[in-house]
């Protein structure tokens, strides 16, 4: 063998090792997580099995940012670029975040509870005024100012109003409602509403007991102070008061 000959041996030698490494790269970075992902990934491991997840969910969800790491870090992409910090994430994991439909329905319970109590409040202070000063109307109105009916009649007149702004809010998919569907929307409502409180008068005795009107004022005192904590604690805008 020449001396040419043995020189090139080492260097297509080298040159085949470049290429077998070259050849390998992509697979060994498409499997491995750089040490930075592997160790945000480690600590995302910590953080769940602290939580109350089942060990399929914990599971699922490391398999599934696994995979999207992988995917993305070949772009430069981070872990804490894509889900934040390790905190964030968890509390995202264990408490996501409700999809429209969802939230839609969550605020129209809390928007029929503040209206519910707000309607109760207002039963409270009137019929506690009026049993407070002891006027005629009091006793002809026994079954009316009755506990049970004025907590039936709040709870309807709550789920309904709430439904009416929901029904009177500008729909999302730019939809409008005539100003006639609205009217007569407002008008069935008050006179389903009215329906109720009728009903409910009628009921008297143990099962509607009166209460004395400074029982009736106290309540709604409280009641005043948990629908003040309610609006504050939800940010309830849609509410008649």
């Given at each position: 063998?020449?001396?040419?000959?043995?020189s090139?041996?080492?260097?297509?030698?080298?040159?085949?090792?470049?290429?077998a490494?070259?050849?390998?790269?992509?697979?060994?970075?498409?499997?491995?997580?750089?040490?930075?992902n592997?160790?945000y990934?480690?600590?995302?491991?910590?953080?769940?099995?602290?939580?109350?997840?089942s060990?399929?969910k914990?599971?699922?969800?490391l398999?599934?940012?696994?995979?999207?790491?992988?995917a993305?870090?070949?772009?430069?992409?981070?872990?804490?670029?894509l889900y934040?910090?390790?905190q964030?994430?968890t509390?995202?994991?264990?408490?996501?975040?409700?999809t429209?439909?969802?939230?839609?329905?969550?605020?129209?319970?809390?928007?029929?509870?503040?209206n519910?109590?707000?309607?109760?409040?207002?039963?409270?202070?009137m019929?506690?005024?009026?049993?407070?000063?002891?006027?005629?109307?009091?006793?002809?109105s026994?079954?009316?100012?009755g506990i049970?009916?004025?907590?039936?009649?709040?709870?309807?007149?709550?789920?309904?109003?709430?439904?009416?702004?929901?029904?009177?809010?500008?729909?999302?998919?730019?939809?409008?409602?005539?100003?006639?569907?609205?009217?007569?929307?407002?008008?069935?409502?008050?006179?389903?509403?009215?329906?109720?409180?009728?009903?409910?008068?009628?009921?008297?005795g143990?099962l509607?007991?009166?209460?004395?009107?400074?029982?009736?004022?106290?309540?709604?005192?409280?009641v005043?102070?948990?629908?003040?904590?309610?609006?504050?604690?939800?940010n309830?805008?849609t509410s008649?008061?």
């Amino acid at each position: 063998m020449s001396e040419s000959e043995t020189s090139k041996t080492p260097r297509n030698a080298a040159a085949g090792a470049k290429q077998a490494q070259a050849a390998e790269r992509p697979v060994h970075e498409a499997t491995e997580l750089t040490k930075r992902n592997a160790e945000y990934m480690r600590q995302m491991r910590k953080s769940l099995d602290a939580t109350a997840l089942s060990g399929e969910k914990k599971t699922a969800v490391l398999n599934e940012m696994t995979s999207t790491l992988l995917a993305e870090q070949g772009r430069g992409t981070t872990a804490r670029q894509l889900y934040g910090t390790v905190q964030e994430r968890t509390e995202e994991i264990v408490n996501p975040k409700k999809t429209p439909v969802e939230r839609q329905k969550a605020n129209y319970w809390v928007t029929a509870l503040d209206n519910g109590l707000m309607l109760f409040m207002i039963f409270c202070l009137m019929y506690g005024i009026m049993g407070f000063i002891g006027t005629n109307a009091t006793k002809n109105s026994a079954g009316a100012n009755g506990i049970t009916a004025i907590l039936i009649t709040s709870a309807i007149g709550g789920l309904g109003v709430a439904k009416l702004f929901e029904y009177l809010m500008p729909a999302k998919d730019g939809k409008k409602v005539s100003l006639w569907k609205k009217i007569a929307w407002s008008v069935l409502a008050i006179i389903v509403w009215m329906l109720v409180f009728t009903t409910m008068s009628m009921i008297q005795g143990p099962l509607n007991p009166v209460l004395p009107g400074i029982a009736y004022l106290i309540i709604a005192v409280v009641v005043f102070f948990a629908r003040m904590w309610l609006k504050r604690r939800f940010n309830i805008t849609t509410s008649m008061f």
